[in-house]
């Protein structure tokens, strides 16, 4: 049998264990409310959870690409990525999908694995896009908070701009109390 | 025996064991854990000596000795007995709540992030075990048994990280069956910190240059004039009109009172001079003041002391030019303050008069105590009357949903009137899921002094719930446009955006009116006020004589 063939309800059960496994990362309190709300308002981690990792679960077992099996997982790893997570836990769950297989026909398992493997790589790529967009919305926050009209005002009435900042030179100080941004 | 090219070469269990998630002990074992990107920077001496505060000193929350004064158990004791003394509604929230898990999940930063001491409940269970300990029998002879610890150092860093993870947005309020208000609970965590000299910088530093000031972003009064002239010419190139707004001008009739934010910050700038546009085709007699700069105020996320002595200027300032009554911008929690404090922190203005609108005559009965309308009252008033010619086409180009603003949402009911005037301006509005509006709305996650950027992370995981119901009807209508009525979620919103819903851009509602605005003698309008193309332009409008569209 092909990994294509899988049967859905196989496919469902693979779900489902590697869904109880991801919300068991949260702890016992966060994994009861994330699995407990169905409202996806109320509980958008939970539903990205439970709509994405199937979903991921479908176009691996359908054999599409690892970076089409990652995308089904961009809006889990989009919030992992600001969630209190080191890197390795934050795609770790990926992984974990590995040991979820054991209802697939032991001849189809390494290929399956191998897959994930795959996958695991570009969840990885796309994890480091969100983290560098994390960084990107932080800088572009800083520019729309100085202002179009500090930087202008300063150019007038150099030195004092009319803008009490605080110092660079300071150790820690916030990208926005600084002043120092165009 | 396996091979290394076969994965059954691999301790599969081993490798596969769930990586090390959240603590799995009890949250009294669990030290508070201080990463990157989840703290807030703490205040620096300079700005607690502007302010007379005690115990001024330069540390960081990484350091393992916080440097606190000796005695610093006995200080914190006092200062909770105190305020229990003081405040029946804090020594009820201490003694009456079931641990029903009401709130438990209603907090952005928990259903973001999952950590469980950001469940409303748990937060406030820091602080009410360390009254237990010292203020209830129970607590005393049971200790543990019954919910109480000793107040320690980790205690005092674990208040430090959640309190500081607490927007006092008071979602969760709106779900306890008992009413106990967790914003107030932060309030006086955050009060018996800063009696040790702990605060965080981005509330600190803000208080001080208000106390200096009058603004929290330190806009000295030629600051200020040369802030309006750009914004003068701004106004003139986009619509032909070039208006003149009062400073400091003695004997107006209302004194207009705004956050500083607009004066400084994209997006919020077009705000305010949105404001300016619509109070000039009024031919309002206003005024604005380089002393009560600033409507927010930060001293209500330090203590109740300092939101009293950061108020006291706009009555003040009002006193001083002499004006009938005050109008007051799109701003948070200035109107939580105004609504809920500032009468009794300042009051009563017998000085003052109860406002009436200048323009329709209508009597503002609702402010008849404080003196001071919300300019979307003002505004729903104006549009109700028919006293603005409008042409809601102008903002053809945008497709607009509003976020209620935590503040004036849950702190004083401010629901229908945005919503009204948008109505008005704006052909194209859609609103969020229900259980993420009105009074359930989700906060931005940078209000009550959060909103700086070393705590980024924190800041998008609180932002969650939120971004999430704009990306909806960003998917599902084509929204671009996000409304606020708050000038923190002018400031923070555009990043909550660009991280869950690229491409939904922030505004507040008076940008939107002054968008639709007919002007009077304007030019042939090309674009809005931020210069982005109108989908179709108009002809202009011929200056015409008397009342504005009469």
């Known amino acids: 049998m092909a990994l294509a063939d899988t049967p859905r309800t196989q496919a469902a059960a693979i779900a489902s264990r590697w869904l109880a496994q991801t919300l068991a990362g949260y702890g016992p309190a966060a994994a009861r409310a994330f699995e407990r709300q169905p409202d996806p308002f109320a509980n958008p981690v939970g539903h990205a959870l439970r709509t994405a990792l199937p979903a991921a679960v479908q176009a691996l077992l359908a054999g599409q690409s690892p970076q089409t099996v990652a995308a089904c997982l961009d809006d889990v790893i989009r919030i992992r990525a600001v969630q209190e997570f080191s890197p390795s836990q934050a795609i770790g769950f990926v992984l974990q999908l590995k040991a979820c297989c054991e209802c697939l026909p032991e001849a189809e398992r390494a290929a399956f694995c191998e897959q994930v493997d795959q996958a695991a790589l570009a969840a990885f790529d796309l994890y480091a896009q969100h983290r560098q967009r994390v960084c990107e919305v932080r800088v572009n926050e800083a520019r729309r908070l100085t202002g179009p009209y500090a930087g202008r005002r300063s150019a007038q009435s150099q030195p004092a701009s009319g803008v009490a900042h605080s110092s660079v030179a300071d150790g820690e100080t916030s990208i926005t109390a600084r002043g120092d941004c165009p | ?550």
């Open chain 2, 1 to 550: 025996m396996p091979t290394p090219d076969q994965p059954e070469y691999y301790p599969q269990h081993d490798l596969l064991k769930p990586p090390a998630g959240p603590p799995q002990s009890d949250w009294m074992d669990t030290p508070v854990d201080f990463r990157p990107g989840s703290y807030i920077y703490p205040g620096k001496a300079k700005n607690l000596k502007i302010l007379d505060l005690p115990h001024a000193r330069d540390w960081s929350v990484t350091d393992a000795d916080w440097q606190l004064p000796a005695d610093w158990q006995r200080t914190v004791l006092e200062g909770m007995a105190d305020r229990l003394g003081k405040y029946r509604s804090f020594q009820i929230f201490m003694d009456c709540c079931v641990r029903c898990g009401a709130c438990s999940d209603k907090c952005h930063f928990f259903l973001g992030g999952g950590d469980p001491k950001n469940m409303p409940v748990l937060r406030a269970e820091l602080l009410r075990s360390v009254y237990r300990k010292n203020f209830t029998a129970l607590g005393k002879v049971l200790g543990r048994i019954a919910g109480a610890r000793e107040l320690t150092v980790d205690v005092i860093k674990e208040w430090f990280s959640y309190f500081y993870q607490c927007t006092e947005c008071r979602r969760c309020s709106v779900f306890c069956p008992f009413g106990i208000d967790t914003a107030e609970v932060t309030m006086m965590g955050r009060e018996l910190l800063g009696l040790l000299g702990i605060y965080v910088n981005w509330v600190i530093e803000p208080v001080a240059n208000c106390f200096r000031y009058g603004n929290h972003l330190g806009i000295q009064p030629h600051g200020l004039r040369d802030t309006f002239d750009f914004m003068i010419d701004d106004i003139e190139q986009a619509t032909g009109i070039r208006v003149d707004p009062p400073l400091n001008k003695k004997g107006a009739e209302i004194l207009f009172v705004t956050p500083s934010g607009d004066f400084v910050a994209d997006p919020g700038t077009y705000t305010c001079m949105g404001y300016m546009l619509l109070f000039h085709e009024l031919g309002l007699d206003y005024t604005f003041s380089t002393y009560a700069s600033d409507g927010g105020n930060f001293g209500l996320f330090t203590s109740h002391e300092m939101t009293k002595r950061l108020n006291a200027k706009i009555y003040a300032e009002a006193r001083r030019l002499g004006v009938k009554w005050i109008l007051g911008g799109e701003c948070g929690h200035m109107w939580r303050i105004v609504h809920q404090y500032m009468d009794t922190m300042n009051g009563p203005a017998d000085f003052l008069e109860v406002p009436r609108s200048p323009v329709t005559g209508t009597v503002f009965e609702n402010a008849r105590s404080t003196k001071m309308v919300h300019i979307m009252e003002f505004l729903a008033d104006l549009i109700h009357e028919g006293r603005l010619k409008l042409d809601p086409a102008r903002n053809d180009h945008l497709r607009v949903t509003f976020h209620d603003s935590c503040n004036p949402a849950r702190g004083m009911g401010l629901l229908e009137e945005p919503r009204y005037v948008i109505r008005n301006v704006c052909h194209h509005f859609f609103e969020m899921p229900a259980n993420t509006i009105r009074e359930q709305t989700f906060c931005c996650g940078g209000g009550a002094g959060l909103g700086t950027d070393e705590n980024m992370e924190m800041r998008l995981r609180g932002g969650l719930p939120r971004g999430n119901a704009v990306r909806y009807v960003q998917q599902r209508h084509g929204v671009n446009r996000l409304a606020a009525i708050c000038a923190v979620d002018r400031a923070t919103l555009p990043t909550v955006c660009d991280y869950w819903a690229p491409g939904v851009q922030v505004t507040g509602v008076t940008e939107l009116v002054a968008n639709a605005l007919v002007l009077r003698g304007e030019k042939p309008r090309s674009t809005d006020l931020r210069g982005e193309p109108l989908q179709t332009p108009t002809a202009g409008e011929s200056a015409h004589e008397g009342p504005a569209h009469d």
